[in-house]
């Protein structure tokens, strides 16, 4: 069973940086995509960004601009750098493994992020 487990987040104020890291128990090379998802009190779980095998990011509108998605194949790692924090930021983070071979998608167990204003 693959294990991502999340860390980074915590309580920031508004305008201010955060780095999100998801470390994977396997070699990530075998993820065909990596992503952040996020989940608001009240609200659906929603893409935040992803990022291919191959390094290509996709952003969400909402985040496009402020935050950065990478990862490091050698560490097994991935990362969300956050920044110009907004309110509305605040959510937990879920980090996300995509195994195309297996059409399984693999969760973390979340990091709270919280924005005040």
């Known amino acids: 069973q693959v294990q991502l487990v999340e860390s980074g987040g915590g309580l920031v104020q508004a305008g201010g940086d955060l780095k999100l890291s998801c470390s994977a128990s396997?070699?990530?090379?075998?993820?065909?995509?990596m992503g952040w998802y996020r989940q608001a009190p009240g609200k659906q779980r929603e893409f935040v960004a992803s990022?291919?095998?191959?390094?290509?990011?996709s952003y969400a509108a909402s985040v496009k601009g402020r935050f950065t998605i990478s990862r490091d194949n050698i560490k097994n790692m991935l990362y969300l750098h956050m920044g110009s924090l907004k309110p509305e930021d605040t959510a937990v983070y879920y980090c996300?493994?995509?195994?195309?071979?297996?059409?399984?998608?693999?969760w973390g167990q979340g990091t709270q992020v919280t924005v005040s204003s």
């Open positions: 396997e070699n990530i090379f075998n993820f065909n995509t």
């Open positions: 990022i291919t095998s191959i390094t290509t990011p």
């Open positions: 996300t493994a995509d195994r195309a071979t297996q059409n399984a998608r693999y």
